[in-house]
């Protein structure tokens, strides 16, 4: 063999192992971080039998592209304590479908706090007893199962739509928000901008409600971009900056499958408002979803995640 070619395939050899040897770094670079972020429920608080299921019970598997439900909590951290729920989100994922269902659940909504013995706000139930009560509180609820969560905090969000290169929405009206001007019409927002758009609501004619739309558009454009994602080195930057402010029981396997594999499968979002009241009981203002509301947001999840 002439000197040339052995010099060649050497080389190409060396490229080759150095190519083998980075993509397994970054790979177990990335389970690392999404192992650090895992955190599943507490089994032992996982009430039995609170919930229907058109399902039957049956475990989720993301690899074989089976429908689930998942709710995203923002959290507002505080020193003091755990914080409460500032944002409640529950979205349905039916790949077979190629479609998204969302959903708020209004953070003032009266509702059982489910393992506390207390008819009170919903997003009082994280702050009472953490993740598991309040993904129990919300299945009691919508008396429907929730088959994973994504615990964000406010500085994970930023740091989110920051990485994505900002998100697009279409702004219903000019307003001004800590700082920020936000004008009418289709805007680019970077993560501090998004943060006070999801978070204004006393100036907005629809309060509360205007405020949950908002989050709403926000988390649409996110879910959009992030499926847009193609290889293992952005997970490995998504995951390696959000890590320290973000909590979930997705493994990391089933973070790959979410973004590599879905992307192509999920063309339509739907976005649905729950319809209620705002009232004051006992000097306290509270949001009313009457069983009806409820029993309809029900049977959309139990529709959407059926297989056929």
């Known amino acids: ?39 599943p429920l507490d089994p032992k608080i996982k009430p039995v039998n609170i919930v229907t299921d058109t399902r039957g019970g049956q475990e989720v598997d993301i690899q074989a592209k089976d429908p689930f439900t998942v709710m995203v909590m923002g959290v507002d951290e505080r020193s003091t304590d755990t914080g409460r729920t500032d944002t409640i989100i529950v979205l349905s994922i039916n790949p077979a479908k190629k479609s998204v269902l969302m959903f708020n659940i209004p953070r003032d909504t009266r509702t059982e706090i489910v393992g506390h013995g207390t008819v009170d706000k919903i997003n009082h139930a994280y702050a009472f007893g953490g993740v598991n009560m309040a993904i129990n509180t919300v299945e009691k609820f919508l008396d429907s199962p929730i088959d994973y969560y994504i615990k964000v905090n406010m500085e994970g969000f930023k740091q989110l739509v920051d ?59 996110l879910i959009k971009t992030t499926l847009q994602v193609s290889n293992v ?50 000097g306290v203002y509270y949001y009313l979803i009457d069983q009806e509301e409820r029993d309809r947001a029900h049977d959309l999840i139990q529709q959407h995640v059926a297989k056929k």
């Open 163 to 221: 990485i994505m290169g900002g998100v697009e929405v279409n702004n219903r009206f000019a307003f001004d928000y800590q700082d920020h001007h936000y004008d009418e019409g289709l805007i680019k927002l970077n993560g501090s901008e998004a943060l006070g758009y999801t978070r204004m609501r006393y100036d907005d004619p629809r309060g509360d409600l205007g405020r949950n739309s908002r989050q709403r558009q926000v988390l649409e454009s």
């Open 233 to 282: 080195i952005h997970i490995q930057t998504i995951i390696s900056e959000i890590g320290n402010n973000v909590k979930t029981d997705f493994t990391f396997d089933e973070m790959k499958s979410l973004i590599l594999d879905y992307r192509s499968d999920l063309e339509h979002i739907e976005t649905v408002e729950l319809e209620g009241k705002g009232t004051k009981i006992d």
């Open 1 to 39: 063999m002439k000197l040339w070619l052995k010099l060649t395939l050497s080389a190409l050899s060396l490229v080759i192992v150095g190519i083998v040897g980075y993509s397994a770094f970054v790979y177990y670079t990335v389970k690392s971080t999404a192992d650090n972020i895992y955190e």
